[in-house]
T-cell receptor, first 113, second 114 residues
Framework: AQSVSQHNHHVILSEAASLELGCNYSYGGTVNLFWYVQYPGQHLQLLLKYFSGDPLVKGIKGFEAEFIKSKFSFNLRKPSVQWSDTAEYFCAVGSSNTGKLIFGQGTTLQVKP | EAGVAQSPRYKIIEKRQSVAFWCNPI?????LYWYQQILGQGPKLLIQFQNNGVVDDSQLPKDRFSAERLKGVDSTLKIQPAKLEDSAVYLC????????????FGQGTRLTVV
């Protein structure tokens, strides 16, 4: 069965701390990988995406993620978080054939000033 | 570029009533998704359209939920009759095509069933 698992449900960090959010997936076939972010009161928006090529992808606001095919993982990282990064983060996996897109359960990140 | 439009933003109904949500995707986007997001959980895919055809509706509770995209543009999701456990945010998203494209999301409709 297709599934996406995010390791942490709730993460609390102080400003300037480093962030790593884990994401593992189970999905047959060729996949596209995404991280979406939802700031308080706003709609889901794309943070970064991986379709092919360099497994280290860079997104907006200093975020990056690394696709490790052998581990079925796509972890999100940021060297130094800011208070404005407080949001909910969702890992998503899509079939490159059908476009079917499924999400993990999300990680709530709280950054303390 | 206009985003994905959804209406209404909020809806409160009693159990056993019916409700409908409307979505207007980004112009030219062939793929349209409906998701259900229960508080504290990730979005759960209900149905995926490619133009006016259904690509995947394996998670749609077909005894009470229905969706259509008659002209391959706007879409409507209906619940009839609603249950308490249907309380959630219903998200619509669209993408330009099947392969190597990202999905853009609307603001969602928050449904409360009392």
């Amino acid at each position: 069965a297709q599934s996406v698992s995010q390791h942490n449900h709730h993460v609390i960090l102080s400003e300037a701390a480093s962030l790593e959010l884990g994401c593992n997936y189970s999905y047959g076939g060729t996949v596209n990988l995404f991280w979406y972010v939802q700031y308080p009161g706003q709609h889901l928006q794309l943070l970064l995406k991986y379709f092919s090529g360099d497994p280290l992808v860079k997104g907006i606001k200093g975020f990056e993620a690394e696709f490790i095919k052998s581990k079925f993982s796509f972890n999100l990282r940021k060297p130094s978080v800011q208070w404005s990064d407080t949001a909910e983060y969702f890992c998503a996996v899509g079939s490159s054939n059908t476009g079917k897109l499924i999400f993990g359960q999300g990680t709530t990140l709280q950054v303390k000033p | 570029e206009a985003g994905v439009a959804q209406s209404p933003r909020y809806k409160i109904i009693e159990k056993r009533q019916s409700v409908a949500f409307w979505c207007n995707p980004i112009s030219g986007h062939a793929t349209l998704y409906w998701y259900q997001q229960i508080l504290g959980q990730g979005p759960k895919l209900l149905i995926q359209f490619q133009n006016n055809g259904v690509v995947d509706d394996s998670q749609l509770p077909k005894d009470r939920f229905s969706a259509e995209r008659l002209k391959g543009v706007d879409s409507t999701l209906k619940i009839q009759p609603a249950k308490l456990e249907d309380s959630a945010v219903y998200l619509c998203a669209s993408s330009s095509g099947l392969m190597n494209t990202e999905a853009f999301f609307g603001q969602g409709t928050r449904l409360t069933v009392v």
